[in-house]
């Protein structure tokens, strides 16, 4: 089946610090990766929605120069957290959809969760 | 706008009881409904998924959904819980009205009593 694998798992970094999380479609091509964040007790909120080839659509409130997506090649996209302070600490996810029309399918990696100190 | 909304944050039960979690969602036109569980310090699984056909929906460890398009809904059920599914279920709905993005409910938390 469809695999999507994220990386780092975990990561601890210094405040000001920037830090990079992959996201790679292992066994397929992905037409569309999105990019979630869950606080503790909170549910998943949709960050940014990323194409290939192309600028990342930010949801409202989510800082476009903060959260810095590249989507590089079908199977590859990356965030990275930008001068990262305590309170972006949190569980990171992305997910990537591949597929067209009622064939498009979406399978979520296992997440990257991030401390700040 | 466009929104997913789940009944009940919390749901306590006692083993073998019956379960019912309610999701309600704003969209028109053709939708993907999904119920994803997560477990203590778990990350997100896939419970179930409905695409077409047939609206009752049956998924992984005896919980099903059915899809009532009349009423945007798509509740979860089981008809015995056990308490090894304590967890927080989301159910979230992805729509080409909403650009394809998967939009999460808030979550509902059950704890199952022994």
């Known amino acids: 089946g469809a695999v999507v694998s994220q990386h780092p798992s975990w990561v601890i970094c210094k405040s000001g610090t920037s830090v990079k999380i992959e996201c790679r479609s292992l066994?397929?091509?992905?037409?569309?990766m999105f990019w979630y964040r869950q606080f503790p007790k909170q549910s998943l909120m949709l960050m940014a929605t990323?194409?290939?080839?192309?600028?990342?659509?930010?949801e409202q409130g989510v800082e476009k120069d903060k959260f810095l997506i590249n989507h590089a090649s079908l199977t590859l996209s990356t965030l990275t957290v930008t001068s990262a302070h305590p309170e972006d600490s949190s569980f990171y996810i992305c997910?990537?959809?591949?597929?067209?029309?009622?064939?498009?399918?979406?399978?979520f990696g296992s997440g990257t969760r991030l401390t700040v100190v | 706008a466009q929104s997913v909304s789940q009944h009940n944050h919390h749901v306590i039960l006692s083993e073998a009881a019956s379960l019912e979690l309610g999701c309600n969602y704003s969209?028109?036109?053709?939708?993907?409904l999904f119920w994803y569980v997560q477990y203590p310090g778990q990350h997100l699984q896939l419970l179930l998924k409905y695409f077409s056909g047939d609206p009752l929906v049956k998924g992984i460890k005896g919980f099903e959904a059915e899809f009532i398009k009349s009423k945007f809904s798509f509740n979860l059920r089981k008809p015995s819980v056990q308490w090894s599914d304590t967890a927080e279920y989301f159910c979230a709905v992805k729509a080409r009205t909403g650009g394809f993005k998967t939009i999460f409910g808030a979550g509902t938390r059950l704890f199952v009593k022994a």
């Open positions: 066994d397929f091509q992905a037409t569309t």
């Open positions: 969209y028109g036109g053709t939708v993907n």
């Open positions: 997910s990537a959809d591949r597929g067209e029309g009622q064939g498009r399918r979406n399978t």
């Open positions: 990323s194409n290939e080839g192309s600028k990342a659509t930010y």
